[in-house]
């Protein structure tokens, strides 16, 4: 079974832009969480969708937004692009059956010039 | 506050030499737990998982982690370690409160370097 897929790998974007980062689920996963991480702050949980609501939300700004469409698979948006925004972007995947484990993807490097 | 906390953010050890990283966490109940490895410009990979039962798990790549409920700990443990298991490490935990959800707060992370 294929993992959790990721795209773009690699971004860069300049300050104001916008960004839109992408995440497939595991088959039959229908949980899919978004985390940012960089070295100052870690890994810190941005949303959390689950049957394309929206379940959770982290302390980040409204500049951060996703969603989920009807076959899992989710998106995850930033408006007006800060130089703090750089930072990996990881996408997990998860279903009750398994416990709600989180399988991680590779993650988006972003970097916000 | 609720918290996970790595001690140690840095370790080093000879390949072959038996290692330990430490995690402790403050929350009312006890939280599922989890330990996560993270390669350099790379996801996270599950290592093990503790829910409920035997407070000793088993993991991949050799590696297992025991839960102390009167520590509120779940170190991770290997008695051999591989030069390709020089990583950064991460403790988290899903808290049951709070609802349907499957946030996980992470600790700051280990990051391990293994000597030849």
């Known amino acids: 079974k294929a993992g959790v897929t990721q795209t773009p790998r690699y971004l860069i974007k300049t300050r104001g832009q916008q960004v839109t980062l992408s995440c497939s689920p595991i088959?039959?996963?229908?949980?899919v969480s978004w985390y940012q991480q960089t070295p100052g702050q870690g890994l810190q949980f941005l949303f959390e969708?689950?049957?394309?609501?929206?379940?959770n939300k982290g302390n980040f700004p409204g500049r951060f937004s996703g969603r989920q469409f009807s076959n899992s698979r989710s998106e995850m948006n930033v408006s007006t692009l800060e130089l703090g925004d750089s930072a990996l972007y990881l996408c997990?995947?998860?279903?009750?059956?398994?416990?709600?484990?989180?399988?991680f993807g590779p993650g988006t490097r972003l970097l916000v010039l | 506050a609720q918290s996970v906390t790595q001690p140690d953010i840095h370790i080093t050890v000879s390949e072959g030499a038996s290692l330990e990283l430490r995690c402790n966490y403050s929350?009312?109940?006890?939280?599922?737990l989890f330990w996560y490895v993270q390669s350099p410009g790379q996801g996270l990979q599950l290592l093990l998982k503790?829910?409920?039962?035997?407070?000793l798990v088993q993991g991949i790549k050799g590696f297992e982690a025991e839960f102390k409920r009167s520590q509120s700990s779940f170190n991770l443990r290997k008695p051999s370690v591989h030069w390709s298991d020089a990583a950064e490490y991460f403790c988290?935990?899903?808290?049951?409160?709070?609802?349907?959800?499957?946030?996980?707060?992470f600790g700051t992370g280990t990051l391990l370097a293994v000597q030849p």
């Open positions: 503790y829910f409920s039962g035997d407070t």
């Open positions: 997990a995947s998860s279903n009750p059956q398994g416990g709600e484990t989180q399988y």
């Open positions: 988290a935990v899903r808290p049951k409160e709070g609802g349907a959800t499957n946030k996980l707060i």
């Open positions: 929350y009312g109940a006890t939280p599922y």
């Open positions: 088959s039959g996963h229908r949980s």
């Open positions: 969708y689950f049957s394309e609501t929206q379940r």
